[in-house]
Protein backbone atom coordinates (compact mmCIF):
# COMPACT_ATOMS: atom_id res chain seq x y z
CA UNK A 1 0.00 0.00 0.00
CA UNK A 2 1.31 3.25 -0.89
CA UNK A 3 1.73 6.24 1.39
CA UNK A 4 -1.29 8.07 -0.20
CA UNK A 5 -3.44 4.65 -0.25
CA UNK A 6 -2.72 4.54 3.60
CA UNK A 7 -3.44 7.84 4.70
CA UNK A 8 -6.53 7.68 2.54
CA UNK A 9 -7.44 4.69 4.43
CA UNK A 10 -6.48 5.74 7.59
CA UNK A 11 -8.92 9.41 7.17
CA UNK A 12 -12.28 6.70 6.24
CA UNK A 13 -11.21 4.78 9.41
CA UNK A 14 -11.15 7.46 11.39
CA UNK A 15 -14.92 9.05 9.89
CA UNK A 16 -16.45 5.62 10.36
CA UNK A 17 -15.45 6.03 14.48
CA UNK A 18 -18.43 8.44 13.94
CA UNK A 19 -21.09 5.32 13.29
CA UNK A 20 -20.33 3.91 16.45
CA UNK A 21 -19.64 7.09 18.23
CA UNK A 22 -21.38 10.07 17.66
CA UNK A 23 -19.27 12.44 19.20
CA UNK A 24 -16.18 10.79 19.99
CA UNK A 25 -13.52 12.22 21.79
CA UNK A 26 -9.78 11.97 20.58
CA UNK A 27 -8.98 9.49 22.69
CA UNK A 28 -11.49 7.49 21.89
CA UNK A 29 -10.83 7.74 18.11
CA UNK A 30 -7.07 6.79 18.60
CA UNK A 31 -8.42 3.66 20.53
CA UNK A 32 -11.05 2.65 18.16
CA UNK A 33 -8.02 2.89 14.74
CA UNK A 34 -5.38 1.88 16.44
CA UNK A 35 -3.43 4.57 15.82
CA UNK A 36 -1.21 7.57 18.57
CA UNK A 37 -3.20 10.79 19.44
CA UNK A 38 -0.48 12.88 17.28
CA UNK A 39 -1.50 10.84 14.37
CA UNK A 40 -5.18 10.83 14.59
CA UNK A 41 -4.66 14.80 15.36
CA UNK A 42 -3.22 15.21 12.13
CA UNK A 43 -6.15 13.93 10.36
CA UNK A 44 -8.88 15.72 12.26
CA UNK A 45 -7.45 18.83 12.07
CA UNK A 46 -6.93 18.43 7.87
CA UNK A 47 -10.98 16.72 8.18
CA UNK A 48 -11.68 19.93 9.93
CA UNK A 49 -10.17 22.02 7.20
CA UNK A 50 -12.12 20.33 4.84
CA UNK A 51 -15.50 21.15 6.60
CA UNK A 52 -15.81 17.70 7.42
CA UNK A 53 -15.64 17.73 11.02
CA UNK A 54 -16.14 19.91 13.67
CA UNK A 55 -14.67 20.34 17.26
CA UNK A 56 -16.35 21.22 20.64
CA UNK A 57 -13.40 22.86 22.52
CA UNK A 58 -15.84 23.20 25.58
CA UNK A 59 -16.10 19.47 25.87
CA UNK A 60 -13.47 18.54 23.25
CA UNK A 61 -15.33 16.12 21.14
CA UNK A 62 -15.46 15.90 17.27
CA UNK A 63 -19.06 15.88 15.36
CA UNK A 64 -19.37 15.35 11.64
CA UNK A 65 -20.39 18.37 9.81
CA UNK A 66 -23.08 18.51 7.79
CA UNK A 67 -20.77 18.19 4.12
CA UNK A 68 -20.57 14.75 5.00
CA UNK A 69 -24.80 14.54 4.71
CA UNK A 70 -24.62 15.89 0.89
CA UNK A 71 -22.14 12.74 0.53
CA UNK A 72 -24.41 10.20 2.35
CA UNK A 73 -27.54 11.60 -0.02
CA UNK A 74 -25.13 11.42 -3.07
CA UNK A 75 -24.95 8.02 -2.45
CA UNK A 76 -28.54 7.35 -1.49
CA UNK A 77 -29.75 9.24 -4.77
CA UNK A 78 -27.37 6.80 -6.53
CA UNK A 79 -29.64 4.38 -5.60
CA UNK A 80 -33.29 4.77 -7.18
CA UNK A 81 -34.85 1.97 -5.89
CA UNK A 82 -35.02 3.54 -2.09
CA UNK A 83 -36.47 6.35 -3.56
CA UNK A 84 -39.09 4.78 -5.71
CA UNK A 85 -39.80 2.91 -2.14
CA UNK A 86 -41.02 5.48 0.57
CA UNK A 87 -44.36 5.72 -0.41
CA UNK A 88 -44.96 1.56 -0.72
CA UNK A 89 -43.27 1.37 2.49
CA UNK A 90 -45.44 4.17 4.29
CA UNK A 91 -48.63 1.97 3.37
CA UNK A 92 -47.35 -1.20 3.90
CA UNK A 93 -45.97 -0.01 7.62
CA UNK A 94 -49.35 1.55 8.11
CA UNK A 95 -50.92 -1.68 7.20
CA UNK A 96 -49.07 -4.08 9.51
CA UNK A 97 -49.15 -1.27 12.55
CA UNK A 98 -44.88 -1.72 12.59
CA UNK A 99 -41.83 -0.68 10.30
CA UNK A 100 -40.60 -1.67 6.88
CA UNK A 101 -37.10 -1.70 6.16
CA UNK A 102 -34.78 -1.70 2.53
CA UNK A 103 -31.56 -2.95 3.04
CA UNK A 104 -28.12 -3.88 0.99
CA UNK A 105 -25.83 -6.59 2.17
CA UNK A 106 -22.35 -5.63 3.16
CA UNK A 107 -19.94 -8.16 3.99
CA UNK A 108 -21.67 -9.31 7.59
CA UNK A 109 -23.61 -6.66 7.29
CA UNK A 110 -27.02 -5.23 6.39
CA UNK A 111 -26.69 -1.40 5.49
CA UNK A 112 -30.79 -0.07 6.01
CA UNK A 113 -31.31 2.00 2.89
CA UNK A 114 -35.39 3.19 3.43
CA UNK A 115 -37.20 2.68 6.24
CA UNK A 116 -40.79 3.67 6.97
CA UNK A 117 -42.78 3.37 10.99
CA UNK A 118 -46.53 3.14 10.83
CA UNK A 119 -48.02 6.69 11.54
CA UNK A 120 -49.32 6.92 15.53
CA UNK A 121 -52.76 6.28 14.32
CA UNK A 122 -52.00 2.32 13.47
CA UNK A 123 -48.16 1.92 15.26
CA UNK A 124 -48.45 -1.46 17.53
CA UNK A 125 -45.06 -1.21 18.62
CA UNK A 126 -41.71 0.53 20.36
CA UNK A 127 -39.95 1.09 17.16
CA UNK A 128 -35.91 0.33 17.75
CA UNK A 129 -33.33 2.77 17.34
CA UNK A 130 -32.45 2.00 13.52
CA UNK A 131 -32.46 4.75 11.24
CA UNK A 132 -31.11 5.23 7.04
CA UNK A 133 -27.61 4.01 7.61
CA UNK A 134 -27.71 2.17 10.03
CA UNK A 135 -25.84 -1.50 9.94
CA UNK A 136 -27.37 -4.52 11.06
CA UNK A 137 -25.92 -8.31 11.39
CA UNK A 138 -26.84 -9.87 8.51
CA UNK A 139 -27.05 -12.93 10.47
CA UNK A 140 -29.73 -11.95 12.68
CA UNK A 141 -32.26 -10.27 10.43
CA UNK A 142 -34.98 -11.50 8.07
CA UNK A 143 -33.33 -9.04 5.29
CA UNK A 144 -29.83 -10.33 5.95
CA UNK A 145 -30.83 -13.94 5.34
CA UNK A 146 -32.44 -13.23 2.26
CA UNK A 147 -29.40 -11.58 0.42
CA UNK A 148 -27.09 -14.11 1.81
CA UNK A 149 -29.87 -16.61 0.48
CA UNK A 150 -28.79 -15.23 -2.81
CA UNK A 151 -25.04 -16.50 -2.52
CA UNK A 152 -23.51 -19.27 -4.70
CA UNK A 153 -22.40 -21.00 -2.32
CA UNK A 154 -24.40 -20.29 1.29
CA UNK A 155 -22.22 -22.85 3.55
CA UNK A 156 -18.81 -21.24 2.53
CA UNK A 157 -20.60 -18.17 3.84
CA UNK A 158 -21.88 -18.51 6.46
CA UNK A 159 -18.83 -20.21 7.50
CA UNK A 160 -17.21 -16.84 7.14
CA UNK A 161 -19.35 -14.91 8.96
CA UNK A 162 -18.98 -13.12 12.42
CA UNK A 163 -22.08 -14.39 14.01
CA UNK A 164 -22.63 -12.54 17.18
CA UNK A 165 -25.17 -13.36 20.07
CA UNK A 166 -27.60 -10.35 19.53
CA UNK A 167 -30.35 -12.03 22.45
CA UNK A 168 -30.59 -15.14 23.96
CA UNK A 169 -32.93 -16.13 20.73
CA UNK A 170 -30.08 -15.43 18.18
CA UNK A 171 -29.47 -18.47 15.90
CA UNK A 172 -25.79 -18.81 15.92
CA UNK A 173 -25.30 -22.36 15.33
CA UNK A 174 -23.91 -22.41 11.78
CA UNK A 175 -25.41 -25.71 10.75
CA UNK A 176 -28.95 -24.36 11.81
CA UNK A 177 -28.70 -20.90 10.51
CA UNK A 178 -27.00 -22.36 7.19
CA UNK A 179 -30.06 -24.79 6.41
CA UNK A 180 -32.59 -21.98 8.24
CA UNK A 181 -30.76 -19.74 5.25
CA UNK A 182 -31.37 -22.64 2.30
CA UNK A 183 -34.93 -23.03 3.59
CA UNK A 184 -35.50 -19.31 3.07
CA UNK A 185 -33.83 -19.60 -0.66
CA UNK A 186 -36.13 -22.21 -1.53
CA UNK A 187 -39.65 -20.40 0.08
CA UNK A 188 -38.26 -16.80 -1.11
CA UNK A 189 -38.79 -15.67 2.20
CA UNK A 190 -37.08 -15.32 5.81
CA UNK A 191 -38.46 -14.96 9.13
CA UNK A 192 -36.87 -14.22 12.59
CA UNK A 193 -38.18 -14.35 15.95
CA UNK A 194 -36.44 -12.40 18.42
CA UNK A 195 -33.30 -12.84 17.17
CA UNK A 196 -31.77 -9.03 16.76
CA UNK A 197 -34.27 -7.36 19.54
CA UNK A 198 -36.22 -9.20 22.16
CA UNK A 199 -40.02 -8.22 21.62
CA UNK A 200 -39.41 -8.14 17.78
CA UNK A 201 -40.20 -10.82 15.11
CA UNK A 202 -39.68 -9.73 11.29
CA UNK A 203 -40.16 -11.34 7.97
CA UNK A 204 -38.53 -10.85 4.31
CA UNK A 205 -38.02 -11.28 1.24
CA UNK A 206 -36.06 -9.84 -1.94
CA UNK A 207 -36.30 -7.11 -4.29
CA UNK A 208 -34.75 -7.35 -7.28
CA UNK A 209 -33.71 -4.04 -8.99
CA UNK A 210 -31.35 -4.55 -11.65
CA UNK A 211 -28.20 -6.18 -11.26
CA UNK A 212 -28.94 -4.92 -7.81
CA UNK A 213 -30.37 -7.04 -4.69
CA UNK A 214 -31.98 -5.75 -1.86
CA UNK A 215 -33.82 -7.22 1.29
CA UNK A 216 -37.72 -5.94 1.96
CA UNK A 217 -38.59 -6.42 5.53
CA UNK A 218 -41.48 -5.82 7.84
CA UNK A 219 -40.46 -5.57 11.65
CA UNK A 220 -43.72 -6.24 14.16
CA UNK A 221 -44.46 -6.55 17.55
CA UNK A 222 -43.92 -10.81 18.47
CA UNK A 223 -46.72 -10.29 21.23
CA UNK A 224 -48.91 -9.25 18.47
CA UNK A 225 -48.18 -11.45 15.38
CA UNK A 226 -47.35 -15.16 15.67
CA UNK A 227 -45.40 -16.68 13.08
CA UNK A 228 -48.53 -17.77 11.81
CA UNK A 229 -50.05 -14.88 11.70
CA UNK A 230 -46.84 -13.32 9.93
CA UNK A 231 -46.81 -15.75 6.95
CA UNK A 232 -50.42 -15.68 6.84
CA UNK A 233 -51.23 -11.88 7.02
CA UNK A 234 -48.16 -9.62 6.52
CA UNK A 235 -46.20 -12.29 4.02
CA UNK A 236 -49.19 -11.60 1.25
CA UNK A 237 -48.65 -7.36 2.25
CA UNK A 238 -45.05 -7.71 1.91
CA UNK A 239 -44.81 -9.93 -1.32
CA UNK A 240 -46.80 -7.81 -3.30
CA UNK A 241 -44.97 -4.76 -1.89
CA UNK A 242 -41.86 -6.43 -3.75
CA UNK A 243 -43.29 -7.00 -7.12
CA UNK A 244 -44.68 -3.59 -7.10
CA UNK A 245 -41.59 -2.16 -6.54
CA UNK A 246 -39.88 -4.83 -8.97
CA UNK A 247 -42.31 -3.15 -11.65
CA UNK A 248 -41.44 0.41 -10.81
CA UNK A 249 -38.27 -0.36 -10.87
CA UNK A 250 -38.42 -1.67 -14.63
CA UNK A 251 -40.61 0.89 -15.96
CA UNK A 252 -38.61 3.17 -14.35
CA UNK A 253 -35.39 2.31 -16.19
CA UNK A 254 -37.22 1.46 -19.61
Known amino acids: MTVSNRSLSRGLAIVRVFNEIPSPSLTEIATRVNLTKATCLRFLRTLQDEGYVGHDEESKRYQLRPLVLELGYAALSSLSLP ?137 VNTKDYTRDRLVAEVLPLLEAAANRLQRAFRHGKS
Not at 100 to 122: C, K, P, Q, Y
Not at 193 to 212: F, K, N, P, R, W
Open 83 to 219: LMAESEMEVLADAVGGSVHLGLLDGDEVVVVARSIASLETRKLVTMNIHVGSRLPAHCTAMGRMLIAQSEDIDAHVAAMDITQMTPKTLVHRGKLTKEIKESRKRGWSLVEEDLGMGYSAIGTLVQAGAQRYGLAVS
